[in-house]
């Protein structure tokens, strides 16, 4: 009876152990730091999507629960973007592309914030930063799952810089 008892009672934490390290995929986008972004484009080009938002913001909030977490935007991202969430308003020191960048006491927000929107802060923000290298694009306001999927795909298949925005846009059909 002992054994029995014993044989289920470390079946079942084996099965505990397993399940969780092995999910299903996430119904979230799972956010990356900064700095892994920068290791993996250095293996893998792609741009880099940066979810910028601050504690404060209600609709960074709805964001993160109705876009972010919409099963089509995050395949979509998981599959062509590497995707960092960073807090405009973060007094850590943020290391970019050998440079750092401080809290900024005349903007209150983070001078990396302040770079990636060239100065116009506004919550959230979704910034592009193109594989290429070329300067961050930023896409102030909060995007619904099918006005995500129109800039999404424009980067994520590599349009930018290619095709023209509203040329793009035109011929765009959506999927989601």
């Not at 892994?36 to 404060?56: C, G, N, S």
């Amino acid at each position: 009876m002992q054994k029995r008892i014993l044989f289920y009672l470390s079946s079942a934490i084996l099965f505990m152990s397993f399940s969780a390290t092995h999910r299903a995929p996430s119904d979230q986008v799972e956010w990356m730091s900064l700095a892994q972004a920068e290791t993996a484009i250095q293996k893998e080009k792609r741009p880099i999507l940066i979810d910028l938002y601050t504690d404060w913001c209600g609709w960074c909030k709805v964001m993160d629960k109705k876009t972010y977490s919409n099963k089509n935007v995050v395949k979509y991202v998981h599959d062509k973007f590497y995707p960092v969430k960073i807090n405009a308003e973060s007094r850590d020191v943020i290391n970019f592309s050998g440079r750092s960048y401080q809290f900024n006491s005349r903007y209150k927000a983070n001078d990396f914030a302040i770079y990636l929107t060239q100065g116009r802060l506004e919550f959230p923000t979704t910034i592009i930063l193109p594989a290429d290298g070329s300067a961050p694009q930023a896409i102030p306001g909060f995007l619904e799952p099918k006005d995500f999927e129109l800039i999404a795909k424009y980067f994520g298949e590599g349009e930018y810089g290619k095709t023209p925005f509203d040329k793009y846009s035109r011929n765009f059909k959506s999927s989601w």
